[in-house]
């Protein structure tokens, strides 16, 4: 997985399925978030999503009052999100 920031956007390329992919995307969001309260979360073509990202992205929106615009390349990623009722949530929609 690689990620690239830029502004207030963070680019996701690759699949999210490890705990340091975790850590390295709170640690690229944590940067963000210090400057901006609007994010835009870019996840070209990954397949899944981990629980403990979707839990931290979660916290930001509700707990830190943080606006997140996601754009998921991948279909089944979309339609987890979906299933999941996370969509409205995280503004999620197809890149």
Avoid: C, P, W
């Avoid at 830029?6 to 944590?30: A, W």
């Avoid at 990954?46 to 009052?65: E, Q």
Wanted: glycine share 4%.
């Amino acid at each position: 997985m690689e990620i690239e920031t830029s502004s207030n956007t963070i680019k996701i390329i690759g699949n999210i399925k490890s705990v340091s992919d975790f850590q390295n995307i709170k640690e690229s969001v944590d940067g963000l978030i210090l400057q901006h309260k609007h994010i835009n979360v870019n996840i070209v073509d990954s397949l899944s999503i981990t629980s403990s990202v979707i839990g931290y992205l979660n916290k930001l929106v509700l707990k830190d009052n943080i606006d997140i615009q996601m754009n998921v390349g991948n279909e089944q990623l979309l339609h987890l999100l979906d299933d999941l009722n996370l969509i409205s949530t995280f503004k999620a929609k197809r890149a």
